[in-house]
């Protein structure tokens, strides 16, 4: 649905391809940390099982546990923005509250 809607729109605007954008990446970046699960169940498949660790043996975050909180954090961050964009929520929260503002000015 959102590649039609973007296709259907301009291909030169910007604006219908960031959320798409974003979406995507969030999607990606969401999920490096499920291939990390995924490939540390099988044993690393090409990774040495020890290197795709979450934590330390002294209960510290290993860099690959920091690189996949971090990718899974930024990527939900970009999936709530490119959805917040495509579906314009900015606008739809504006309008709530002018109309809120109109009708207490009309109250008052």
């Known amino acids: 649905y959102l590649i039609w809607q973007v296709g259907s729109t301009t291909v030169r605007s910007s604006k219908s391809w960031a959320p798409l954008i974003l979406i995507v990446l969030g999607s990606l970046l969401v999920l490096v940390d499920t291939s990390r699960h995924v490939l540390l169940d099988h044993g690393g498949v090409i990774f040495d099982r020890r290197s795709l660790l979450m934590y330390t043996p002294t209960h510290d975050l290993s860099p690959v546990g920091r690189l ?19 579906f314009d929520l900015y606008m739809m929260i504006r309008s ?13």
Do not use: K, S
């Not at 996949?68 to 495509?86: E, M, P």
């Open 96 to 108: 709530c509250f002018q109309e809120r503002q109109q009708l207490a000015q009309h109250a008052g």
């Open 68 to 86: 996949c909180q971090l990718a899974t954090i930024i990527g939900l961050v970009f999936l709530l923005v490119g959805l917040a964009l495509f």
